[in-house]
Each structure stands twice: as C-alpha cells, then as structure tokens.
C-alpha cells in the first residue's frame, strides 16, 4: 500500500456485532490516511420482494425499517471515536447501493465484511463488490 492515499473511506456494515471489527479496520485505514470516512448500510427494498401483495403499504413499512436501520445505526456507530462523514441508510440492491455511494461522494476505499462459509460462495456481498466497485476494495474477514 506504499504510496496509497486515500481520501474518503467508507464502510459497507449490516450492523451485526462482528461488523465491529469491519468499522475499526475502516477507522484505522482512515486515521493512517488523514481521510474522511463515511458509513453506509444498505436494506432490503421491501417493494422488491412483495410484489404480489397490494394489501400493505409498501411505502409506510419501508420508512419504518428505514427508520429503525438509522437509531440501530446511530447506537451501533455511538462508541467511535471518530467524525463519520455521512451515514447512509439506504434500501435497495447491495452492488448498486454501494457503488452510487462510491461514485457520489468520491470513495477511494471500500471497507466491507465477508463471513467465510460455503454459502458464502454463492451468496457473498463481498464478492459481488469485488466485481463492481470502481475503488479499492479491503474485505474483513469476520467469524463464520
């Protein structure tokens, strides 16, 4: 990473306790670069998996998960003791999510976790940025 500087970090979490290791690394590379860093957690966009169900207002519930994803936010990202640039709480597809932050507000480093888990070959978030994002790409490797 010699001759590596970077601007603007951000961090990919889903705001489980073994993200905690995911924002220290985002924070540490942040620190060691004189960056910014911002934090961004993308939810499911709840219009994408009822489709068939008119019955609910999609739009009122979506608010209140989005709501409820910002104080989690909030209380998970309350002990740093570090400036978050932007907290973003977005709903929609990971990859897109991410990769309008990227471009939006000028990323350079991308800090995201990754369970290793036979799953997660198929499934895996990281993955699916690794072969997306335009910035660089640090993965954490958290517990399986």
């Not at 951000?10 to 004189?34: Q, T």
Request: proline share 3%.
């Amino acid at each position: 990473m010699s001759g590596t500087h970077y601007k603007h970090v951000l961090v990919a979490i889903d705001l489980s306790e073994d993200n905690r290791k995911v924002i220290e690394k985002a924070v540490d590379r942040a620190i060691s670069n004189g960056a910014k860093l911002s934090v961004i957690h993308v939810d499911v966009d709840l219009k994408d998996l009822y489709t068939e169900m008119i019955d609910i207002d999609i739009d009122n519930v979506q608010d209140q998960v989005i709501a409820e994803a910002k104080e989690k936010l909030e209380a998970f990202l309350a002990p740093l003791n570090f400036p978050i640039e932007k907290k973003l709480v977005i709903c929609g597809d990971l990859s897109e999510r991410v990769n309008q932050a990227v471009h939006d507000y000028d990323i350079d480093l991308l800090v995201c976790g990754h369970r290793q888990s036979f799953w997660s070959l198929l499934t895996s978030s990281a993955r699916q940025l690794m072969n997306t994002v335009p910035c660089d790409l640090l993965v954490v490797p958290l517990q399986k």
